[in-house]
């Protein structure tokens, strides 16, 4: 969700505002905490649309620091630069994955420049190198294990092919887990041509299995700001091939075969879009009128907002808080900024535990709920001097101010769950009195003249995406989504859909739900006739109006 | 959830109530449409059969009643129905309804705490009045929270010491005003008493007095109201007059009313028309005593049931030109409403404060997760550490049964039908099974789905030895009862609400409540739930009195965001909660007004 910021601010001045514009308009959408509608910033979305600095942190901050640097020696051509905008949690990124064999740089030739042949002569592909074919090939092996979902999906559905004849072209992080999908996506009867939404996150040995398996893949890792667009350019403008699908993460895919290709949306039957950014520029072009297609917006079904923040952040604040500083949680007092999912999320992680947790919320219908699940709602002044641990999950800035940093105790652990890396005024700590000393990698001592030390994890960035991992469970449900969504869109009859911006459909989302339940060996009890008959409901779904809120 | 689902059905349902409300209407009372309706809607395999319907679903409900059987079948049908239609709020109050008006005519009437063995008696004096009508509409308050009379104090005043009906009673209070109609004014004192308790315990509605009071938003409002007529309701009332409104009121129910608060509220110089007991023909007098007055035309419409609106509606047409709105809170009442504008009749703006996010929330989630264990506690006094437990159903009152549970370290397992439901269950840490494979091993059933025959006798058969069985869900339609009373099985009452069903081979099942809903049958609603519920009521109110023109046309309306979030803020100080506010850069930054509306309506909390 976007650390990105962080880097983005110091190099990218000019821009900087816009990423946190629209990250802040991603939030809001994604992290149901925060959701605002979002037509306030509509005036970015053409920056939105043409540039947002982003690349998700693959590796530790450490690395970050060069590659940051070696990003800004591309300051890119048209001034700013869209890297990748996913911007939800789950958005297949490589967090999850395992460690990458490929990262040295051995090889120095670009795989531009490079012969590219695979195994059976093909070599419609550009990749870092094929020979990790075998390499990328045990990981999504290993993926497979924990997405039973998809390849229950494959089994279900692979004799009726329902998606023969689809011909899709993909720009999202490529990993183990989206290689999974694709491969999915062609067992179920689909062509795809991929690409890569993140100059950074392409694991490039499973790019290599793809190619070797005659997926047409363009990506590799360290993708230059060119090169990121050759590599789309590459996907699209194939001769004697036109796509008639398009899933896209952050919307560049979208807006490259829009300005380049607009004739190809003549035979495109849908877009089918995960990221919150990518969402948001679509109901933009669909306000404008210009969406010429129907496009499906993943990103707000139930199943998978549930899964990237209720869920994730659930564990992730426990794990993120004791990697980083082993902290025992029995019996401390932690304030959480925010009760929308991620607040819901970590307090009742953290009461499990044993720690005295407090609240603090703007919403009061929020603000009752934690009353009524045994929270106390403070304001942050009021049990600042008192806690050792604070998280913010607001999507707000500011949230924990200078001030507030003087007041907290010795050893107070300070640290973000929520958005982006606005809400704790880490640029206030930038002065000649304070001094920092990182004391391991993601954990920073601010220390007070007084001795005073708060300990600040991921220089307030997301502690969820900077000190934790993204399960593959969460990506598996993101990852049924997007085939399900493909498959709804791709099978509708004509007029189902029309050029607007639809949500999953809720027997789809309940489907992506019931494909996850094997996992638990949950047995789903069904309605019997008669039953279904007495509620009014088909007995296969969907079992809720639109309105439920689960 | 299941209670949602309903909501599907009740659209169903509820066309069909329009056509055969609209063909039984003509025949019968204009007045009786409700239960009608409800009935006609509610059972709906014998959906036409109107009172031969009830006599088969009397049984059931009703077991106890022994002597009132018959005749009780035919009460029992219309509250039965009821339930159904609001089943999705699992406000199971209607379903329970069955039981609530069972529980109001006769918990209620008497002392709203007593146990079932009372009910008997009360159940039988109920059947004496089976309403001209046939079927009767005592009450189409669904919500649970409805502000009904559970909560309220016992009733001083049961004593039957005077058997004169009231409209035959010269009624004066103190100050020489006879505008009203009640049993007793003398008993102002005691009622006064009761709302002073009720006071204490709905710290919303004093504190927008408080906060209101200078600018009276409801200045000129002329409110009629048919709501149960409780202590709650009477700080509701006296509420909405300290802002500035005139009210009437009468009873949406013929048994909730409590006698002294209705006093009370006429002592203070209220127009009150409710006392308890009244017969189908009282009830529908009181209304219109409300409404046809010289001199005075009513401008807003609060209802609970849609009763009054009908009256109106087929009465007096022409008072919807002054009407700037209805604000409705029962389930049965808002889908009636729905109808109305589906049939584009509906001529004014109307609320729905049934489907609040806080309602909601309280009526199920926070609500149940409470009741579930003084329901066990009260009936059983089992221990709930290291039992077997299976919820069917993993709703709103589903998730708030197994937190419960949970928390009192018993091993919950979970059946659904839904998967995204039956999902969270599983991240929530509940095994997902079915029925059947856990059937044999649980020490407790407890049934929240909003289905019917989900424990079906096959599973009764099944069950170990001293398991209990009972029902959060929706009406008694959830728990097969019907198919134990069978010849070889012997029913024992070890106490109210309590039933032991015996096997030949001696093993015994535990059955509480006859299989109706335990929250209403063996637990409370907190004053605390009511308030929520009157304080939603009466920011509806000022929010259509004070809509500028052309906010809200002709349809019904879900409470904006904004005054449903003014509700929970209300509510903070109960908890010492201190709200954050936002400054104002924080505000921009997020696109927000300062003081809301915080979420957008898709918001699913």
């Given at each position: 969700m976007s650390d990105t910021a962080a880097e983005a601010k110091p190099e990218v001045k000019q821009a900087s505002k816009e990423v946190k514009e629209s990250e802040n308009v991603a939030e809001?959408?994604?992290?149901?905490?925060?959701?605002?509608?979002?037509?306030?910033?509509?005036?970015?979305?053409?920056?939105?649309?043409?540039?947002?600095?982003?690349?998700?942190?693959?590796?530790?901050?450490?690395?970050?620091?060069?590659?940051?640097?070696?990003?800004?020696?591309?300051?890119?051509?048209t001034g700013r630069r869209s890297l990748s905008r996913s911007i939800s949690q789950s958005s297949t990124d490589s967090y999850s994955s395992a460690a990458s064999y490929t990262d040295s740089s051995d090889d120095?030739?670009?795989?531009?420049?490079?012969?590219?042949?695979?195994?059976k002569g093909s070599s419609d592909f550009c990749v870092k190198n094929i020979k990790q074919a075998e390499f990328g090939r045990r990981e999504i092996e290993i993926a497979e294990q924990d997405m039973s979902a998809l390849i229950s999906l494959r089994k279900r559905a692979q004799s009726e092919k329902p998606l023969a004849g689809a011909k899709?072209?993909?720009?999202?992080?490529?990993?183990?887990?989206?290689?999974?999908?694709?491969?999915?996506?062609?067992?179920?009867?689909?062509?795809?041509?991929?690409?890569?939404?993140?100059?950074?996150?392409?694991?490039?040995?499973v790019a290599a299995a793809l190619a070797e398996n005659g997926v047409a893949v363009f990506a590799w890792k360290g993708?230059?700001?060119?090169?990121?667009?050759?590599?789309?350019?590459?996907c699209v403008n194939s001769e004697g091939w036109q796509p008639n699908m398009i899933l896209d993460d952050g919307g560049d895919l979208t807006h490259w075969v829009y300005k380049k290709y607009p004739n190809v949306f003549k035979k495109?039957?849908?877009?089918?879009?995960?990221?919150?950014?990518?969402?948001?520029?679509?109901?933009?072009?669909?306000?404008?009128g210009k969406l010429c297609v129907p496009a499906m917006n993943v990103n707000d079904s139930v199943t998978k907002q549930k899964f990237d923040n209720l869920y994730c952040c659930r564990e992730s604040i426990l794990d993120g808080l004791k990697r980083t500083t082993d902290i025992m949680f029995g019996g401390k007092q932690v304030v959480v900024c925010g009760y929308g999912e991620v607040g819901k999320g970590c307090s009742a992680a953290l009461k499990a535990l044993g720690a005295v947790v407090y609240v603090t919320e703007i919403d009061p219908i929020c603000a009752l709920q934690a009353c009524m699940d045994g929270f106390r709602v403070v304001k942050l002044n009021e049990v600042?001097?008192?806690?050792?641990?604070?998280?913010?999950?607001?999507?707000?800035k500011n949230v924990v101010t200078r001030d507030q940093l003087d007041r907290m105790k010795n050893g107070c652990i300070v640290c973000n769950m929520g958005h982006s890396n606005t809400e704790i005024d880490v640029a206030s700590l930038r002065t000649p009195e304070l001094t920092w000393e990182r004391v391991r990698s993601q954990v920073d001592h601010v220390i007070w003249p007084d001795g005073k030390?708060?300990?600040?994890?991921?220089?307030?960035?997301?502690?969820?995406?900077?000190c934790s991992t993204v399960p593959t469970f969460v990506l598996s449900i993101t990852a049924t989504t997007q085939a399900l969504a493909l498959i709804e869109l791709y099978n509708a009859p004509e007029g189902r859909y029309k050029q607007?911006?639809?949500?999953?459909?809720?027997?789809?989302?309940?489907?992506?739900?019931?494909?996850?339940?094997?996992?638990?060996d949950a047995h789903l009890t069904e309605l019997s006739d008669e039953q279904a008959k007495y509620l009014g409901l088909n007995k296969n779904g969907p079992f809720k109006p639109n309105y439920y809120r689960y």
């Open positions: 809001k959408y994604s992290a149901m905490t925060v959701s605002k509608n979002s037509e306030i910033n509509m005036g970015e979305l053409s920056s939105v649309f043409s540039a947002v600095p982003t690349h998700k942190p693959v590796k530790k901050q450490i690395q970050f620091v060069e590659e940051k640097q070696e990003f800004s020696r591309f300051p890119t051509k120095e030739t670009s795989p531009r420049d490079k012969a590219q042949v695979n195994s899709i072209v993909g720009c999202t992080h490529i990993t183990a887990q989206t290689a999974v999908l694709i491969e999915t996506l062609v067992a179920l009867g689909a062509q795809c041509r991929w690409t890569a939404c993140n100059i950074y996150s392409t694991q490039n040995e993708e230059s700001e060119d090169d990121f667009w050759w590599c789309i350019d590459r495109i039957r849908g877009i089918v879009e995960e990221s919150v950014t990518g969402v948001h520029r679509l109901y933009q072009l669909s306000k404008a600042i001097r008192l806690v050792d641990v604070i998280i913010t999950c607001t999507g707000n030390r708060v300990i600040l994890l991921a220089e307030g960035r997301l502690l969820n995406l900077s607007d911006v639809y949500l999953l459909p809720k027997k789809m989302d309940e489907y992506v739900a019931s494909l996850h339940l094997a996992t638990f």
